[in-house]
Nanobody
C-alpha cells in the first residue's frame, strides 16, 4: 500500500524559503506521477505542480512558476518541494499525492494516494 508522509512545513516571513519533503513507501514509483497540492482555509484544493518520477520532468502552476521547484531522490524515495520568495498567499496546508498513471495532470481526482498534509504559513 502506498504511504506518503509530508514534513518541513512551518512559519516563515514573506520572501523566505522552505523545503517540504514527502517520504513515499509501499511501491516502486517509476511509473507514477507525483504531485503537490495546497489548500487554504475556505478554498478548494489547488494544484501546485507535478513530476514524472521516472524521467524527472516537472510542471508547475502559473502562480508558483519561477519560485517553486519540485525534485525527487529515487534512492531515498522522497519527493521535495523547494519554495522560495514565499508570499502570504502561499499560506495553506500542502499535500503530496501520487498517481499510477502518466495521464495525471492538475486535477486532484487524478491522484489516488495522498499524504496527511503539512502547514505552511507565511507572514508579512
Amino acid at each position: 500500500q502506498v504511504q506518503l508522509v509530508e514534513s518541513g512545513g512551518g512559519l516563515v516571513q514573506a520572501g523566505g524559503s522552505l523545503r517540504l519533503s514527502c517520504a513515499a513507501s509501499g511501491r516502486a514509483f517509476s511509473g507514477y506521477i507525483m504531485g503537490w497540492f495546497r489548500q487554504a482555509p475556505g478554498k478548494e484544493r489547488e494544484y501546485v505542480g507535478r513530476i514524472r518520477w521516472s524521467a524527472g520532468d516537472t510542471y508547475y502552476a502559473n502562480s508558483v512558476k519561477g519560485r517553486f521547484t519540485i525534485s525527487r531522490d529515487s534512492a531515498k524515495n522522497t519527493l521535495y518541494l523547494q519554495m522560495n520568495n514565499l508570499k502570504p498567499e502561499d499560506t495553506a496546508v500542502y499535500y503530496c499525492a501520487a498517481a499510477n498513471t502518466f495521464s495525471a495532470t492538475t486535477r486532484p481526482d487524478d491522484y489516488g494516494y495522498w499524504g496527511q498534509g503539512t502547514q505552511v504559513s507565511v507572514s508579512l
